[in-house]
């Protein structure tokens, strides 16, 4: 179970640790929009993602002993990143499991990022054997990148943030868009939400045709995705809501918002028109549902979560073309 | 003259109308510049630049008679944005006087902001002579770029900022590198950090072949640019430093650095992969001095002020090439 109170504990062992993103807005983006459009861009946390938090909650709350012997983690994307970065401001060692086909950027920056990467051939052999195998032999605890609910109370701090910056701004009522993969980022913020700001209500968005939380939520029971790829915005596919997250986004989220690649994309070059910042496919569909969704959203205001922006620089430039 | 007392009642009449923007970094750019680089963002101020700031500083402390009458300003850029956008949230009027030849976006994002453009022929009227008529008849207040003391108060806000920021990151003493054109917002944040953090020393950064500032620096007098055109860092290409901006920079700034073109780009695409922020190139000037003039720089760490990010894609997409 993940309660608030992990989440404000969370909190108290990220302060000064994580940076507290702003909150931008554009008055192009609220006319586009026809309501004010304010933009969290965790794209600018430590690593480019959102998922600094929950690493840095799960690692500071392992018991000394325990952290000291190191962390795991699978992953090819920003949880890998973000684990990296925790442990070894942890002073720790960390052992990310990594596809040997996961592009060299990725796994050179989780390499200068103080990890040691076990690549793994994604073809012959399954990640959760290796990963285990080298945990069992050197002691090393798992960080899961949602389903676990340390992770999912860092990931939380991003919605007491909101809840406090919406206050500051005088608003007591709006959607919350969040881009949503395993769940682990939108149920944090929904839980921190539920307490802080009752009124704040957290929507998960997706990418069309991945959009298992939005399906799920609409028939009150996991449902899973048809494919494990093939979409652009590879942050945020996973094959299903989390058995953990699940519950909490059934009880306290609005309904599911999807969009296309080509809004994703869309959404990416005007944030980096209006709001100059990078995002990620993944990162930006939370803003293309606010943007191009406007229809099934309530209120004047929208607060969007930018989740993330660890992009390739052939895929922005991509984006860019829709400018001109 | 500009003082410390204007700082401080600009930050006053600022409060809830700017931004705060944060300080970032990443331990990448730590490596390749083998010192601790922090990054203030400015391109997420409103308006993508600092403009915002003393356009905001000038137009809240006209008297409100005078204030109701409008204002006006000259400018293709930031400053034009900057002054729109603040006129437009006082409630009152603003003109922009811009050349008819001015990409066609910044026209329309100036009218958008709620400005009035008058457009000019550079090659047959002078846009003082246009500007002047059109302020005596209507009674209009000129907002200068630079040369403007409650302009430069509200520039300094941004070393108020660095001050505060600085000190609750242990820093006691470093160079601070700003991107300078006319020299207000270097000027501002000299006297800012002069009372606030005395040990922390601005210093102007610049285009090589148009490194008026640093070369007057050096010389102990004014010193022109020989061309007015023909680098890709538009936004802080001035003939000169400024009669008032001047002696505040040569009373308290260290010297000045200068960058290659291809030096500001390589930094806008390593700030794009490393900071998730857009930059434009004249924004980018004291990054690419950090990253690449390191010899010429003292301590272990140095502030970076990223000053704007308003950019064509086209000229983003070729920065971006750097990376592959």
């Known amino acids: 179970m993940s309660t608030i109170e992990m989440i404000e504990a969370a909190a108290e062992r990220l302060n000064g640790h994580i ?20 933009v969290k861009p965790e794209c600018l946390q430590h690593t480019g993602s959102f998922k600094f938090r929950g690493a840095w909650s799960a690692i500071s709350a392992l018991k000394e002993a325990e952290r000291q012997r190191g962390v795991i983690a699978y992953s090819s ?6 684990v990296a970065m925790a442990a070894s401001k ?17 796994i050179e920056n989780t ?16 990640r959760e054997e290796i990963g285990e195998a080298i945990a069992a032999e050197r002691g090393l605890t798992l960080i899961r990148p949602y389903d676990e609910p340390l992770v999912i109370a860092g990931q939380g701090t991003t919605g007491l943030e909101i809840a406090g910056q919406a206050a500051d701004l005088g608003i007591t009522q709006a959607d ?18 539920e307490k802080h700001a009752p009124n704040l209500r957290a929507r998960p968005c997706e990418p069309e045709g991945f959009d298992d939380v939005k399906r799920s939520l609409a028939s009150g029971r996991i449902e899973k995705n048809n494919a494990a790829s093939g979409n652009i915005c590879d942050a945020i596919l996973t094959p299903q809501p989390g058995d953990i997250t699940f519950p909490i986004l059934n009880r306290l989220c609005g309904p599911g918002l ?19 910042i990078v995002l990620e496919p993944g990162g930006a569909v939370a803003l293309a549902s606010a943007l191009f ?17 660890n992009v390739d620089p052939a895929v922005f430039s991509r984006a860019l073309e829709f400018l001109t």
């Open 90 to 106: 942890h002073g720790i060692s960390s052992v990310i499991v990594m596809p040997s086909d996961a592009p060299q950027l990725k």
């Open 77 to 82: 994307g920003n949880h890998a990143q973000g």
């Open 258 to 276: 999807s969009v296309t690649e080509e809004e994703a994309l869309r959404a990416m070059a005007l944030a980096f028109l209006r709001l100059k």
């Open 111 to 126: 390499r200068a990022l103080g990890a040691e990467v076990v690549l793994y051939d994604r073809a012959n052999e399954k």
């Open 293 to 309: 969704r406007g229809d099934q959203i309530e209120g004047d205001d929208v607060i969007v979560v930018a989740s993330g922006g």
């Open 176 to 193: 919350v868009l969040v881009c949503c993969g395993g769940g682990g980022l939108t149920s944090g913020i929904a839980l921190a939400l």
């Open 19 to 38: 940076r507290k993103t702003p909150i931008l807005s554009s008055p192009f983006l609220d006319k586009l929009a026809s309501r004010r459009v304010l």
